[in-house]
C-alpha cells in the first residue's frame, strides 16, 4: 500500500545551520505517528517543511503520490494536509466561532461547514458554549482545542498536531490526548510532534525519535515505549 505520507532523506537548513540532516519516514492512512525528542532536534521544522512554510535544502516529500516539496502552502492545504502549529496561533480578538471558520475558508459546502462546526462543539464542548467570545479569552488548553478543531475544518487527510500538549495542566493534557485517541478512531490519520514521549507512544502506531536533525530510533509505539534506550532518556527513568 502507498503512503499518504513520504519524506524521504530530507535535510533542512537555516542558513549554514543544518536542523534536519537526512530524515525518512512515512505515514500510512488511518495512522497516528509520533516524532519525538528534545528541544531542538528538529520536529518543528520537520512539519514546517511538509505544510511548505520552509523549503528543504535536499530530499523529497510525497503527500498522497504526488511531490509537494515545492507546493506553495495554501495548495498543499487544499491538498488535505492540516497544521496546527506550535504556539497555537489562534486569532485572540475574532471569536471562537469565526476561528473556526477560518479553518474551512478554501471550502464552499456551507452546509457542510455547519456541519462540522456543530462536530468541534460536541468534541469541546468549552468552545461551543464561548463560541461568541473571543478566542483570546480562552485559557491555554482550551485555545489548543481550538487550534486542533480549526485544523480539522479543513476536513484534513492527514493531519500534523506540533506539541498539541505544551504548557497544559495534566488533566488538559489528557483530555488533548484522549481527543487524538478518539480522532484516531474515527480514522483520521495523525502526524504528531511531542516532547511528551509517555503520551505520544502510548496513542501512536508508530514512533521516530528525533536527536539533533536524524532519526536516532524507530518503531511501534508500543515497543518504544517498553525501550530501556528511550525510557532512560525521554521518559527520565534511572
Ligand atoms: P522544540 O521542541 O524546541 O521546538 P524542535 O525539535 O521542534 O524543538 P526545531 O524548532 O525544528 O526543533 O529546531 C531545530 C534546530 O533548528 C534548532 O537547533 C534550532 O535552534 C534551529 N532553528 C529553528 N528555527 C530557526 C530559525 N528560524 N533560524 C535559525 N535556526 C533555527
Do not use: W
Not at 495548495?75 to 486569532?91: K, N, T, W
Amino acid at each position: 500500500m502507498m503512503a499518504l505520507l513520504e519524506v524521504r532523506d530530507l535535510h533542512v537548513a537555516y542558513g549554514k545551520i543544518e536542523a534536519v540532516k537526512g530524515i525518512s519516514f512515512e505515514v500510512e492512512q488511518g495512522q497516528v505517528v509520533t516524532l519525538i525528542g528534545t528541544n531542538g532536534a528538529g520536529k518543528t521544522t520537520t512539519l514546517r517543511t511538509i505544510s511548505g512554510l520552509l523549503r528543504p535544502a535536499a530530499g523529497r516529500i510525497m503527500f498522497d503520490g504526488k511531490t509537494i516539496q515545492n507546493t506553495p502552502a495554501h495548495q498543499i492545504v487544499s491538498m488535505g494536509l492540516a497544521h496546527s502549529p506550535e504556539g497555537r496561533h489562534i486569532f485572540p480578538r475574532m471569536t471562537i466561532e469565526e476561528n473556526l471558520l477560518l479553518g474551512a475558508y478554501l471550502r464552499k459546502d456551507a452546509a457542510g461547514i455547519a456541519e462540522d462546526v456543530s462536530n468541534a462543539y460536541s468534541m469541546f464542548p468549552i468552545l461551543g458554549e464561548r463560541r461568541s467570545q473571543a478566542a483570546g479569552t480562552l485559557s491555554g488548553g482550551e485555545q489548543q482545542m481550538l487550534a486542533m478543531a480549526r485544523a480539522l475544518m479543513c476536513r484534513p487527510r492527514l493531519l500534523m498536531l506540533d506539541e498539541p500538549s505544551m504548557g497544559l495542566s495534566p488533566i488538559m493534557m489528557k483530555q488533548i490526548m484522549d481527543t487524538i485517541t478518539q480522532l484516531k478512531s474515527s480514522g483520521t490519520t495523525i502526524l504528531l510532534v511531542e516532547q511528551n514521549a509517555q503520551a505520544a507512544l502510548s496513542l501512536a502506531d508508530q514512533g521516530h525519535v528525533l536527536e539533533v536533525g536524524r532519526i536516532a530510533l524507530s518503531g511501534r509505539g508500543a515497543d518504544l515505549l517498553h525501550d530501556e534506550q528511550v525510557r532512560k532518556t525521554y521518559l527520565g527513568e534511572e
